[in-house]
Structure formats: C-alpha cells, structure tokens
C-alpha cells in the first residue's frame, strides 16, 4: 500500500490539487522575476527545512504556503516527507496554467520549473522522480499546491 502511496504522490507532485479559483491572473512580467525567483528559491529551502524536521511540521508549511484560493485542497501525505531540490535554471513564467478543475489561472504571476523530488518515510528514500511544479507569486510571498494522492 505504501508504494502505491508513493506513486500516486509523485504522480501528482506534478499537478497539485485545485478548486474554483477567484479573482484575476496577473501576466508575467507584472512584478521583479528577480525578486520572484528569490521567494521561489526561500520556497523550496524552506520547504525542505520543514521535511528535514519531520512529516508534522512539513505538512504545517504546506498548508501556510498552499496558495490561498486553494486551502480547501490541502491533502494528507500519510506521514511521508518530501524533498524538493529546484533546478533554477529552468525557472520561467506560465501564465496559461490552470490548476486541474479549476476555472482559469489562479491569482498572481504563475511559475514553472523543474524539480527532483525525494519522497521518503522515517528517513528512509522511497523514490524519486524529476519533474515540473508550479510556484505563483501574489502579494509579495511565494505559494505553492498541495501534493494530493488519488481520491483525496
């Protein structure tokens, strides 16, 4: 069962959950990509900070940084940690993306990159995989999406 967890969570690391969004898509460009790719790069330090100090604390920061037209999306990783080491290289804007089941962008200026994920349970690696995730940006703070495992 546990693998099976871990797959799915991988899965959609890549997708992130969703619901209705409100308010408007800011186009690229509205804001510092400078001062953004900065608050994406604290994003993921602090990301992997909080899974570093264990699945509770992890899952505290997810739901702080889950971006706010989407906190009814927040899904539990059944004790899993996950690290995510950004390639900033691939770092660009995405003002297209829509989460799934969504009714258009979500607020803020929307950011795609690459990341290398490490899923882990107890210190142990479970798996990895590479693969894209959407950071947005709106009032100055960086926001991500819940991983969800199917049929949450």
Do not use: K
Not at 1 to 11: E, I, N, P, Q, Y
Not at 45 to 64: F, M, V
Not at 116 to 127: F, P, Q, Y
Not at 128 to 143: F, H, K, N, W
């Amino acid at each position: 069962m546990r693998r099976v967890l871990v797959a799915l969570v991988a899965v959609l690391l890549v997708a992130g959950c969703s619901s209705a969004v409100a308010g408007t898509a800011v186009p690229a460009g509205s804001g510092s990509s400078t001062g953004d790719r900065s608050l994406v790069e604290d994003y993921y330090a602090q990301l992997n900070t909080a899974a570093d100090e264990g699945a509770d604390t992890l899952r505290r920061y997810l739901a702080r940084t889950q971006h706010p037209d989407y906190t009814d999306r927040l899904c539990d990783l059944g004790g899993l940690t996950l690290h995510m080491l950004p390639a900033m290289s691939t770092f660009r804007p995405d003002p297209d993306w829509e989460p799934p089941r969504s009714d258009g962008p979500p607020r803020g200026v929307v950011y795609v990159l690459g990341v290398s994920i490490s899923i882990r349970e107890d210190g142990a690696l479970l798996g990895e995989q590479i693969g894209s995730q959407r950071v947005v940006v709106l009032d100055g703070r960086a926001y991500g999406f819940s991983p969800c495992p199917l049929g949450q």
